[in-house]
């Protein structure tokens, strides 16, 4: 993807037109042009070239917009850090990415003069809001006259992004995305939904994922409008659809959740709405279609990728009603259900997703070991469960590390939570397996119930008889004041883990 050649054209067919609309104050294609490109000759003054790679730290906020366009425009390398991480997770990050600057706002407890002495790669850091000697500042890169000319074309291989998914220690997956993947996420969209540059999208997700840059990626293709908000509140978000009109967006299924918890919910004006997708998690279909009973003529979609393979991949048809299922695969992607000797299973059976497709990551980063683990002749193993149907449909099982076995029986957890999401005042659900001495796992559920709810366990243990086969029902029911979740807004069934092995 030619991001150069994307906001030079925009800024050139719809100068006046906003670009971005960032707590109220709107940013034109034009205006969006002059700072990106004065952005990149303001790096390239200090010594910022083609693939140096470059970390930013920033929550979401229109610098860190700027720095991605103009980064991409000048072939260098992004490492995008999520704005929760801790100075530890930070300083192995950039370690392990080997960093050269950083782009950072300032966090009280985050001791940025520490970080540039324990990272050896790094060379300087800028602050988007501080003005400290011994930093560079960012508006400071802006002098309001200089524009850089592009120089080097960008070949298809080199590295534009390393996002890092997991791991702090002797295990880091930085997930290697190059130039050429950077048309991924627009082609799916292209192929999967009719967005078009009359749209306006709203992004409450981090910047630092691969779903919050897929906004970045529609803004500056399809020339739409985007409504960024600097982090999720279910309010907020119905106040922006409804003041300025929103047409589509892409969220996870608890911020779903939330949002049907508002009793100012039902009072707002959806009518703008075109389609709204649930992507990142198995979800409760049922939860999802009380959401599209107040807009029903409003697409609802259910659409699945990973970080490694430039989402979405799979898609449900614009009109279809099968929200049980994430689609079927775009055409330049081939999908296999595989069992545990590598050999595909029937229409119906559950086995592990396995894609072979130019969308598929480059490697992890400095991470042979665990490239080879996942990437076999040809294929990208995902971890993920599913299942097709005999229409060619995918359905989504799990991940394969969510599989719990009951004596000697498997169980999947999404399936369970299904079932769970049915029952009348809880408001959200999570199933793990726990260490079980007679049945090797067992089941335990985590519930978050409507606080005006008398819903009791021996209530939800005996709807659940009555849904689901017996070695499926919980064993153990916790509840919870509310679920833990992560930056993206899904459920943290590591720390729900934890939680049950803390002694």
Known sequence: MDTFKLITQNAKQYP??????????????????DIVLNLAAGFKKIGIKKQDK?????????????????????????IPLDFMLKEEEITSYLNHSEAKLLIAK???????????????????????????????????????????EKEDAMADNDTALILY?????????????????LSGSPEAMKYFVDLNNKDIKICCLPLSHSAGLIYIQNCIVFAITL?????????????????????CFHIVPSMYYAI???????????????????????????????????????????????????????VIPLGSKNIQSVGKPAPWIKIAILDDSDEPVAPGEIGE??????????????????????????????????RFDEDGFLYIAGRKKEMIKVSGQLVYAPEVEAVLHKQAG???????????????????????????????ESQLRIFCQEHLAHFKVPHKIEFVAELPKNRTGKIDKEALKRRVTKP
């Not at 324990?118 to 500042?137: A, G, P, Q, T, Y």
């Not at 409504?227 to 047409?247: A, C, G």
Request: glycine letters at 6%.
């Open 426 to 456: 809880v408001l959200e659900a999570a199933v793990i397996g726990v260490p079980d001495k007679l049945r090797g796992e067992s089941i335990k559920a985590f519930i978050a119930k409507d606080p005006a709810s008398n819903l009791s």
């Open 260 to 314: 049907l918890q508002l009793k100012e919910f039902e009072k707002h004006d959806l009518s703008s709405l075109r389609w709204m997708v649930v992507f990142g998690a198995p979800n409760a279909p049922d939860v999802l279609k009380r959401f599209n009973q107040y807009c029903p003529k409003t697409d609802l979609l259910n659409g699945w990728g990973l970080t490694e393979t430039c989402p979405p991949n799979t």
């Open 16 to 33: 006046d037109k906003t670009a971005l609309i960032f707590k109220e104050q709107a940013v034109t294609f034009g205006q969006m042009k």
């Open 106 to 148: 300032y966090k009280a407890n985050i001791e940025l003069s520490t970080l540039r002495t324990n990272v050896k790669s790094l060379k300087n850091i800028i602050l988007i809001d501080e003005d400290r000697h011994d930093f560079l500042n960012f508006n400071s890169l802006l002098d309001g006259k200089s524009r850089y």
């Open 353 to 386: 997703i396995a894609m072979r497709s130019w969308v598929v990551m480059k490697e992890y980063y400095n991470n042979p070991e665990e490239t080879r683990r996942v990437l076999k002749n040809g294929w990208f193993y995902t971890g993920d469960l599913g």
């Open 227 to 247: 409504i960024l908000m600097e982090r999720f509140s279910p309010l907020e978000f119905l106040n922006d659809i409804e003041r300025y009109k929103v047409s």
């Open 54 to 78: 470059i970390a930013i730290y920033l929550p979401n906020c229109p610098q860190y917009i700027y720095s991605y366009l103009a980064l991409f425009s000048m072939g260098a390398t992004v």
């Open 165 to 181: 998914t997991s791991g702090t220690s002797g295990n880091q997956k930085g997930v290697v995305l190059t130039y050429k993947h």
